[in-house]
């Protein structure tokens, strides 16, 4: 039996370091301007993941890699936390946006850490991450492009 919703759970984490913001929508597959948020909850960064992010702009490349791995196995973890609080047994797709430590579009430079592979690997689950490059590459926007047309398409009618 095939269902007519996409069940998709959305990460993002800003630059107050608050903590990383997760959101299950319910999206109708004949129009997607019509979906449902079904759970949204923040999950708090410890002092010891404010400190991380906060000097990640200052690490080597290897510390980077590190981070990534390890913010993607952070992000997994809330993930399951997420999931078995809120009972939730369909999920067709994960949308991580990760956190971003830098990004320079002049110079053709971001990086959003979060490693979703390793999301993918420890979920089972389709992810889609890593928006700004594409976008960069073809816009060289300060932001991706996909906030705008998602605030077109969703709230044009508020």
Not at 4 to 9: A, L
Not at 19 to 38: A, E, P
Not at 76 to 99: A, C
Not at 121 to 131: G, Q, R
Request: glycine content about 6%; overall charge positive; aromatic content about 10%.
């Amino acid at each position: 039996m095939c269902s007519n919703y996409v069940n998709v759970i959305g990460l993002m984490s800003g630059s107050s370091l608050d903590g990383v913001d997760l959101c299950l929508v319910s999206f109708d597959k004949s129009n997607y301007t019509k979906y449902k948020i079904v759970h949204a909850k923040t999950f708090n960064y410890d002092n010891i993941w404010i400190k991380k992010l906060k000097e990640a702009i200052s690490l080597n490349k290897e510390e980077l890699i590190n981070i990534d791995n390890d913010y993607g196995e952070l992000l997994t973890h809330y993930i399951k936390k997420f999931t078995k609080e809120f009972s939730i047994s369909k999920i067709d797709l994960i949308s991580s946006h990760g956190h971003t430590v830098f990004h320079n579009p002049k110079k053709k430079i971001t990086l959003q850490i979060g490693n979703g592979y390793i999301i993918n690997k420890n979920t089972n689950l389709k992810v889609v991450c890593d928006f700004r490059t594409q976008d960069m590459y073809v816009s060289m926007a300060r932001v991706p492009h996909l906030v705008p047309i998602g605030d077109l398409d969703l709230f044009s009618k508020l």
